[in-house]
């Protein structure tokens, strides 16, 4: 990762450019161009926050929403100064100091044979699915899933780096979120609408096909369509949406802004549906 800086004794202008600014330092060891960094969005920010912490380290690793980052998995927006480095340390033990540092969680747990990405220790792909479903719940855990699927992985592999741990907390997360997986689903949003209807006990069938050359995103009791897009991707969709509901199926649409902001909208949005379906049959 060309942007960082390694912060050493034998380079006394690395801190120079720290005091007076042009450098910002991200970790004990790293620093980084400020305006370069400034320039990133809040994403590339908090993957190069997640290299910069881990190379500070001599022998933390990547784990969970940390590592899903730097394998480019699907995670939904977060407040990334809220969202702390995720690590583990070789033989499930944790630091002796800085333990508690502020942005940082040590985790006690495996870590299997890291990987190295951008000079980082990281776990694997599959093994980062697991983390993500165990450490932080079944939404996430699908969106981070499914996307591990999109990108080459198999079910199979995710069911073997769960074994790998054997007995832990979360287990059960990890494995309902392995049966949901799919690789169908184009974008994260259609993932997190998933995952929240499923949650609520309703099934959703992913990007199946409900009319010639049509390709619902998520169909839920044959007849409703849910749509995550943009504003105007519905608009430029106008006249496909009055064929489907020409055809009989209610399409109900939200933005990613909506559900991040009001996932619930959703959920009643779509109860309020499936009982007015219920009323007329």
Not at 76 to 90: N, R
Not at 100 to 107: C, E, I, K, S
Not at 169 to 187: C, E, F, K, N, T
Request: glycine letters at 6%; one cysteine or more.
């Amino acid at each position: 990762m060309t942007l960082l800086e390694t912060l050493h004794r034998t380079k006394p202008h690395v801190h120079e450019e720290v005091k007076t600014g042009s450098l910002l330092q991200l970790a004990p060891r790293m620093a980084v161009d400020r305006d370069a960094y400034l320039a990133l969005s809040a994403c590339e920010r908090k993957r190069l926050e997640c290299i910069a912490v881990a190379r500070s380290s001599y022998s933390a690793v990547l784990i969970s929403k940390s590592a899903a980052r730097l394998h480019d998995l699907w995670l939904l927006p977060t407040d990334s100064a809220k969202e702390p480095v995720e690590l583990a340390l070789p033989g499930r033990s944790l630091p002796r100091h800085n333990r508690n540092a502020p942005g940082r969680h040590y985790r006690k747990t495996t870590v299997g044979t890291p990987l190295s990405i951008d000079g980082a220790r990281v776990v694997t792909m599959e093994r980062a699915v697991v983390d993500v479903a165990r450490y932080h719940g079944f939404h996430p855990g699908l969106i981070a899933a499914d996307s591990a699927l999109r990108m080459g992985t198999t079910k199979q592999a995710l069911r073997d780096a769960l074994a790998s741990l054997g007995r832990v907390h979360g287990a059960a997360v990890v494995r309902r979120v392995i049966d949901a997986a799919s690789s169908l689903p184009r974008s994260p949003y259609e993932s997190s609408a998933r995952a929240l209807i499923l949650d609520a006990g309703i099934a959703a069938v992913p990007r199946t096909h409900v009319a010639p050359g049509i390709e619902a995103e998520l169909l839920v009791g044959g007849k409703i369509i849910i749509e995550v897009a943009h504003r105007g991707v519905f608009q430029r969709r106008a006249q496909r949406t009055e064929y489907l509901r020409a055809l009989g199926f209610r399409v109900l649409q939200f933005t990613p802004e909506q559900l991040l902001a009001e996932p619930e909208s959703l959920l009643k949005a779509l109860r309020m549906v499936l009982r007015a379906k219920a009323q007329v049959a």
